[in-house]
């Protein structure tokens, strides 16, 4: 299994510039989420996904847009890129199998910077 | 919203040394979770706490869960070099929401 994958690992925009974030999981699981990490503020939720079909938006979904055709892949768009948006991007998965939000897997990131 | 609050968010310890990380959190659930994070990488999970009273140990880690309290303790026993890495607790409520994190140093 290779797990949680996510492309590009690094990406330089230029403000208004628009762009997709790649994510997939290969373990089939249900819940698919995208998280933003900045210094000294952890990581919060922008959108997040319980099957195909379905997303909802997190703490910060203002942005960004996602959409979710199939169990494996969870694209997240820019729509129009600004410097706050300048941030490491997370996807993680989580079966919900036995009950749910176990614990999550997360893909390698991708960072991102917005000049 | 849910909050959750990490203490202390900086940790410099020498080998050998006891300490324990504070997770707070702001209304009720009843599922906590501890990741790590090394620098410039992902996140890797090392407890998931469902239920008042859990303990988890994984080697000198361990965890543990009081929902009345709305608190989790990560407990660092004899600390190695090893350790050092970011933690961070979640809770899940509507969402996940996660602390701020612990930076951990461990000094030889």
């Known amino acids: 299994n290779a797990g949680v994958t996510q492309t590009p690992k690094f990406q330089v925009l230029k403000t208004g510039q628009s762009m997709t974030l790649q994510c997939a999981q290969d373990?089939?699981?249900?819940?698919m989420s995208w998280y933003r990490q900045d210094p000294g503020m952890g990581l919060r939720l922008i959108h997040y996904s319980v099957g195909a079909g379905i997303t909802d938006q997190g703490e910060v979904p203002n942005g960004y847009n996602v959409s979710r055709s199939t169990t494996e892949d969870f694209p997240l768009r820019l729509l129009s890129a600004a410097p706050s948006q300048t941030s490491v991007y997370f996807c993680?998965?989580?079966?919900?199998?036995?009950?749910?939000?176990?614990?999550?897997?997360f893909g390698p990131g991708t960072r991102l910077t917005v000049l | 919203e849910l909050k959750v609050e990490q203490n202390p968010l900086f940790l410099s310890m020498q080998e050998g040394k006891n300490y324990t990380i504070y997770c707070n959190y702001s209304t009720t659930s009843d599922r906590l979770y501890w990741y790590r994070q090394d620098p410039g990488k992902s996140l890797e999970s090392l407890f998931v706490l469902l239920s008042n009273g859990a303990v988890k140990q994984e080697g000198r880690l361990m965890a543990s869960l009081d929902t009345k309290a709305r608190l989790s303790t990560l407990h660092i026993t004899a600390a190695v070099h090893d350790l050092s890495a970011t933690y961070f607790c979640a809770v899940f409520g509507n969402q996940f929401y996660f602390g701020t994190g612990t930076s951990l140093t461990v000094i030889p």
């Open positions: 993680a998965s989580s079966s919900l199998a036995g009950g749910p939000y176990n614990e999550q897997f």
């Open positions: 373990m089939n699981h249900e819940y």
